[in-house]
């Protein structure tokens, strides 16, 4: 079992920046696949960004390119979203998640099997 608390949201306006974390229990996080998805209200889960155990291979959905880093620290149990250049349509609830898997980021949700409870981004325009 691994549980996942994220925390770093908020209220920001358009331009600013926040950094997420996630921070994760247990001793093997460093055989653990992540992701960060979001929800925004009346929409679907979506994919944001996501790392593998190593760090080595990433991925981020086209929109977020350019403006978002996702990190690891296997030594303190934790990933990182740092999120810069925010748009109002960043705003939504972002949940980390995690899968035991030795293999590239993985972006499907269907294939996570732990999740965090989410915190909220809210970027004013």
């Known amino acids: 079992q691994v549980q996942l608390v994220e925390s770093g949201g908020g209220l920001v306006q358009a331009g600013g920046s926040l950094r997420l974390s996630c921070a994760a229990s247990?001793?093997?996080?460093?055989?653990?696949?992540m992701g960060w998805f979001r929800q925004a209200p009346g929409k679907e889960r979506e994919i944001v960004s996501a790392?593998?155990?190593?760090?080595?291979?990433?991925y981020y959905t086209d929109s977020v390119k350019g403006r978002f880093t996702i990190s690891r620290d296997n030594a303190r149990n934790t990933i990182y979203l740092q999120m810069n250049s925010l748009k109002p349509e960043d705003t939504a609830v972002y949940s980390c998640?995690?899968?035991?898997?030795?293999?590239?980021?993985?972006?499907?949700?269907?294939?996570?099997?732990?999740w965090g409870r989410g915190t909220q981004v809210t970027v004013s325009s």
């Open positions: 790392i593998n155990w190593s760090g080595a291979s990433t």
């Open positions: 998640a995690a899968r035991r898997f030795h293999g590239p980021a993985i972006t499907r949700r269907e294939e996570y099997d732990y």
């Open positions: 247990g001793r093997t996080f460093s055989t653990y696949n």
